[in-house]
């Protein structure tokens, strides 16, 4: 005897597979989110296209790999720093990227090296792979063009700073840059994995902007260091190896005089000392010493004092 089930009961069971039946070949879809960072950050004009940051096509897979509108990168600081290879991005990264080199990675180069990085070389971009390139794992952030893998930074005079060279074994001031570029990317990126943070990251730092989590906390790894002071500046001032601070203050004099206040003091100043208030015959060049016809030098009250000319006074 056969039983037939009650109409009540297939009906469920034929939308279940209905909805199967559906869902067989669907492509799966990136997170909503990703799509809505990439759009806003092009409605608010983070990135401005240029000859440097060019935006491309679509990619789109395999599976949910890809991006909406993703940058072809060359050059960011409106081409100061270059890529030693051209990288995919995301337009949030890309604005990040530039806002780390101006607020972070160039002033601590000027700091330790009294120069600027003009090169970023990146060991990776977009790449549809499973974390730290492990078969099987959960996708990575380079999936969606939303990571970068830095190796290293080109100086302007060519020097070369290497993650897996000056990490632990460069000198002190080259350490401190890259310890202070770590920090400062902590507040950039909401994870960044240096070397020390796992066996992977040995010879990069890698940053991206993942949302981890509704409570989008951070992962910043190896706990930001403290670290030396930069090199202080004046030796080198002095010897004319570098310029002085911006704020410094210049003489931009055209007269070739100098001004009354730079003499001011006891006795000179506004009034040297002799009169009314000196003139700019007080700052007259010496006159050559007299000397008498068997070359005795003879005195003369009129003679220049250590600061110019002395005014007469009748």
Request: some cysteine; overall charge neutral.
């Given at each position: 005897?056969?039983?037939?089930?009650?109409?009540?009961?297939?009906?469920?069971?034929?939308?279940?597979?209905t909805?199967?039946?559906?869902?067989?070949?669907?492509?799966?879809?990136?997170?909503?989110?990703?799509?809505q960072?990439?759009?806003?950050?092009?409605?608010?004009?983070?990135?401005?296209?240029?000859?440097?940051?060019?935006?491309?096509?679509?990619?789109?897979?395999?599976?949910?790999?890809?991006l909406?509108k993703?940058?072809?990168?060359?050059?960011?600081?409106?081409?100061?720093?270059?890529?030693?290879?051209?990288?995919?991005?995301?337009?949030?990264?890309?604005?990040?990227?530039?806002?780390?080199?101006?607020?972070?990675?160039?002033?601590?180069?000027?700091?330790?090296?009294?120069?600027?990085?003009?090169?970023?070389?990146?060991?990776?971009?977009?790449?549809?792979?499973?974390?730290?390139?492990?078969?099987?794992?959960?996708?990575?952030?380079?999936?969606?063009?939303?990571?970068?893998?830095?190796?290293?930074?080109?100086?302007?005079?060519?020097?070369?700073?290497?993650?897996?060279?000056?990490?632990?074994?460069?000198?002190?001031q080259?350490?401190?840059?890259?310890?202070?570029?770590?920090?400062?990317?902590?507040?950039?990126?909401?994870?960044?994995?240096?070397?020390?943070?796992?066996?992977?990251?040995?010879?990069?730092?890698?940053?991206?902007?993942?949302?981890?989590?509704r409570?989008?906390?951070?992962?910043?790894?190896?706990?930001p260091?403290?670290?030396?002071?930069?090199?202080?500046?004046?030796?080198?001032?002095?010897?004319?190896?570098?310029?002085?601070?911006?704020?410094?203050?210049?003489?931009?004099?055209?007269?070739?005089?100098?001004?009354?206040?730079?003499?001011?003091?006891?006795?000179?100043?506004?009034?040297?000392?002799?009169?009314?208030?000196?003139?700019?015959?007080?700052?007259?060049?010496?006159?050559?010493?007299?000397?008498?016809?068997?070359?005795?030098?003879?005195?003369?009250?009129?003679?220049?004092?250590?600061?110019?000319?002395?005014?007469?006074?009748?």
């Amino acid at each position: 005897m056969v039983r037939r089930a009650h109409p009540s009961l297939l009906v469920p069971a034929l939308v279940a597979a209905t909805l199967s039946a559906c869902s067989i070949g669907q492509k799966p879809q990136r997170p909503a989110w990703r799509t809505q960072a990439e759009n806003a950050c092009l409605a608010e004009r983070r990135v401005n296209p240029s000859e440097f940051i060019a935006l491309a096509p679509e990619v789109d897979g395999p599976g949910i790999c890809g991006l909406t509108k993703p940058f072809k990168v060359t050059a960011l600081q409106g081409g100061a720093v270059s890529f030693n290879a051209t990288a995919t991005l995301d337009c949030s990264m890309v604005a990040e990227l530039d806002a780390w080199l101006a607020d972070t990675v160039q002033p601590a180069a000027q700091a330790r090296f009294r120069q600027q990085v003009v090169q970023i070389n990146s060991m990776g971009s977009y790449a549809c792979r499973g974390m730290n390139n492990q078969r099987g794992a959960q996708l990575s952030e380079h999936s969606f063009g939303n990571a970068l893998d830095i190796g290293g930074f080109v100086l302007a005079d060519g020097r070369e700073v290497t993650l897996v060279r000056d990490w632990r074994h460069g000198d002190e001031q080259t350490r401190a840059f890259l310890m202070d570029v770590h920090r400062g990317a902590c507040g950039h990126f909401s994870t960044v994995l240096s070397p020390g943070s796992n066996a992977f990251h040995y010879n990069h730092i890698h940053v991206d902007l993942a949302m981890h989590g509704r409570s989008g906390r951070s992962i910043c790894k190896p706990e930001p260091q403290e670290t030396l002071p930069p090199p202080d500046p004046s030796p080198l001032i002095a010897q004319g190896r570098a310029p002085p601070a911006p704020d410094d203050e210049t003489d931009n004099d055209t007269t070739g005089k100098p001004p009354l206040a730079a003499f001011e003091g006891p006795g000179v100043g506004a009034r040297d000392g002799f009169g009314p208030v000196a003139g700019p015959e007080a700052y007259a060049p010496p006159l050559p010493p007299r000397r008498d016809g068997i070359g005795q030098l003879i005195e003369d009250p009129d003679q220049t004092s250590s600061i110019g000319r002395r005014r007469r006074t009748f």
